[in-house]
């Protein structure tokens, strides 16, 4: 494409963001930045360092000064250099940077570093509230939903593949939902769907379902969806 452009995908736990997002930018040739995988990075690195995920100060002034890199072929996370891919998808990290998500200074300091990937060309970026403050003028806007049910089985499939056998459904089930009440409470930078962004629903879609709708929303929106 000859101008940047943004593709913001929102929305809860297990819906699929991750692998449509990763997916779609590979078609599109556009940077596939996966913002949870750098919550968890923080999270990752508070541990490490004994900071705890309830000292917000701390997780500020880590998250500022952190680098940060995404790759994309292959896919891979690296803190200060090292590469944490594995590392920060154990259920530890999980839960810590549902915490950790949590904190203004952590969000504001990783926003900065957000906008300033999407400077380099075009990507498709995906979260919680991507649509909503990090680039509330993107020039595709999508909130992928499921069922929590849906999401639940998905999630277990995932963790049966990494590390059989999985927790039970209820568990997950659970754990999901309490996430979903976390972000969507929390005072800073809610998980909300942004009023102009499409609702896609993928109870009952497969995943290149999903990703033909999202790339039809980006022909449409900006006239060029080839891809490259």
């Known amino acids: 494409m000859s101008r940047r452009v943004v593709v913001a995908i929102d929305g809860p736990g297990g819906a699929g963001k991750s692998t449509v997002a990763r997916r779609l930018a590979g078609r599109?040739?556009?940077l596939y930045i996966d913002t949870g995988a750098m919550y968890r990075a923080v999270a990752l690195g508070a541990r490490q360092q004994g900071i705890s995920w309830d000292d917000g100060a701390a997780l500020g002034r880590l998250a500022a000064e952190a680098?940060?890199?995404?790759?994309a072929s292959p896919p891979g996370v690296f803190l200060n250099g090292r590469d944490v891919t594995e590392a920060i998808r154990e259920p530890e990290i999980s839960q810590g940077a549902s915490k950790v998500s949590a904190v203004g200074a952590v969000r504001r300091a990783l926003v900065a570093k957000q906008r300033e990937m999407a400077r380099q060309g075009s990507v498709v970026m995906e979260g919680r509230d991507i649509g909503t403050v990090v680039f509330p003028d993107a020039d595709v806007k999508v909130y992928l939903d499921a069922r929590p049910e849906v999401r639940a089985e998905r999630r277990v499939r995932e963790l049966e593949q990494k590390a059989p056998p999985p927790p039970p459904r209820e568990s997950v089930l659970a754990e999901?939902?309490?996430r979903d009440r976390r972000d969507t409470t929390r005072a800073d930078s809610p998980l909300a769907q942004a009023p102009d962004a499409v609702l896609l629903d993928s109870s009952n879609l497969s995943i290149e379902e999903v990703e033909e709708a999202i790339l039809n929303l980006v022909r449409n929106r900006t006239g060029n969806g080839k891809e490259q």
């Open 28 to 30: 599109l040739g556009f």
């Open 67 to 71: 680098e940060i890199r995404l790759t």
């Open 176 to 178: 999901l939902e309490q």
